[in-house]
Nanobody, 114 residues
Framework: QVQLVESGGDSVQPGGSLRLGCAGS????????VGWYRQAPGTERELVAV???????NYADSVKGRFTISRDSAENTVWLQMSSLRPKDTAVYYC????????WGQGTQVTVSS
C-alpha cells in the first residue's frame, strides 16, 4: 500500500530553520514528481515546492530563496529544508505525488512564533 509520511515539524522562532521529511513506502519516490504543500487554518492548501523526476525544482514565490526541496533515493525520502522562517509560514505541511496525488496524510505542524 502506498503511503507517504511527513515528519520534522516543530515550533520555532522567526528566523529559525527546520527540515521536513516525506518518507515513502510501497512506492519509489524517485520515479515521481513530489510536491510539498501547506495549509493554514481557514486557508486553501497551497503548493510550496516540487521536485521533478529528473530532479528539477520549483518553488512558490513566497518561499523562493528560503526553502530547498531535495530527494534522497537511498532513503526513499523527499526533504524540505526551511530557513529564515516567518510567522506566515505557520501551517500544516503535507507531501504528495504532484501529477498523481493520492490520499492526503496527517501532515506535520510547523509553528513560527516569538
Amino acid at each position: 500500500q502506498v503511503q507517504l509520511v511527513e515528519s520534522g515539524g516543530d515550533s520555532v522562532q522567526p528566523g529559525g530553520s527546520l527540515r521536513l521529511g516525506c518518507a515513502g513506502s510501497g512506492i519509489f519516490l524517485d520515479r515521481y514528481a513530489v510536491g510539498w504543500y501547506r495549509q493554514a487554518p481557514g486557508t486553501e492548501r497551497e503548493l510550496v515546492a516540487v521536485i521533478t523526476i529528473g530532479g528539477a525544482t520549483n518553488y512558490a514565490d513566497s518561499v523562493k530563496g528560503r526553502f530547498t526541496i531535495s530527494r534522497d533515493s537511498a532513503e526513499n525520502t523527499v526533504w524540505l529544508q526551511m530557513s529564515s522562517l516567518r510567522p506566515k509560514d505557520t501551517a500544516v505541511y503535507y507531501c504528495n505525488l504532484y501529477s498523481y496525488p493520492g490520499k492526503w496524510g496527517q501532515g506535520t505542524q510547523v509553528t513560527v512564533s516569538s
